[in-house]
Structures are given as structure tokens and as C-alpha cells.
């Protein structure tokens, strides 16, 4: 299995976001810190903004923040949508499904079950299960005057 571009890249863009919670963060700033297209990044911005898991403001202050707090992201409903369009082998997609053994191949069934527990898996994993006091992602993907707030916590609890 590999996640697309789009996935990969909307969690960077929650884990940048949810390490930045004070700030509104700009989604060069983002593509810098993750090392990630702006082009892509801008597409990916608009996904997670239309389902709810950020939201952006225009203007000379403007970004994108968290919708909702960390603990209320789980990890595979953003991966749910981000994965929604392209079918796991060509047996899942009717329209261009060409493998003559599909009317009788059993693996199918197993592949749909292995796909509902990797997703299933995901679901009980949040933003800040990723997130929370991770000082190698805070030290990559914090804006530099937050890291050390990002960190004192983490340093507070160990």
C-alpha cells in the first residue's frame, strides 16, 4: 500500500499546524518548514478546509489554523479523504476494472477487509497522539520563537 502525495502532505500540514496553535500560520511558511510544493500544499490547504479540519483567513493577517483541537482530528478520517479517489487495485474501480478474474477472485474480499483495518488502525490515532510532546517534529515543523514552548511541556512531564 502507499499513500498519495495529498495524504502525505495534509499531515504535515496538521502537525505544522498543531505544533503553531497560538499563531496563524502561511502556507509558504508551511512548504518551508515541510519541505513540501506550494502548489501542492495550496491544494491540499483547500481539501482540508473544506472538510473541516482547518480553517484559513484572508488577508494582510491572514493563514490557517486548526478547525478543531488536536484530540478531535483522528488520523484516518483525514486520510479517508485524501485517499477517497483512487481505488486500492483495479478491481475496486467498475468503471476501469479489466482483470477478467474479478467475478470469482476471493482476494478482493480479503484486500477490502485488510483496507477497513488499516483505516480502522488510523482511526484511533489523533493529531496530538502525533503531536504531543514530540520535540523532533516540534524542532522540524515549529515556527523558531514557539519551539521552545512546544518543548517545555514535553520537558515538564518526563
Known amino acids: 500500500m502507499r499513500l498519495t502525495t495529498k495524504t502525505n502532505l495534509a499531515a504535515r500540514v496538521l502537525m505544522a499546524c498543531a505544533l503553531n496553535q497560538d499563531k496563524t500560520l502561511r502556507t509558504a511558511e508551511i ?17 482540508l478546509q473544506a472538510h473541516g479540519f482547518i480553517e484559513t483567513l484572508r488577508g494582510r493577517h491572514g493563514g490557517l489554523r486548526l478547525a478543531r483541537a488536536p484530540r478531535q482530528i483522528s488520523m484516518g478520517s483525514v486520510f479517508r479523504v485524501f485517499e477517497a479517489g483512487y481505488p486500492f487495485a483495479e478491481c475496486f474501480d467498475a468503471e ?32 496530538e497522539d502525533l503531536t504531543r510532546g514530540n520535540c523532533g517534529l516540534a524542532a522540524l515543523l515549529t515556527l523558531p520563537d514557539a519551539l521552545a514552548d512546544a518543548c517545555r511541556g514535553a520537558m ?3
Open 96 to 127: 476501469s476494472n479489466t482483470c477478467p478474474l474479478s467475478s470469482d477472485c476471493r482476494l478482493r474480499g480479503y484486500i477490502a477487509r485488510a483496507v477497513e483495518a488499516f483505516y480502522h488502525e488510523l482511526d484511533m490515532v489523533t493529531l
Open 31 to 47: 512548504a518551508r518548514l515541510s519541505n513540501a510544493s506550494l502548489n501542492h500544499l495550496l491544494q491540499v490547504v483547500n481539501g
Open 156 to 158: 515538564a512531564s518526563a
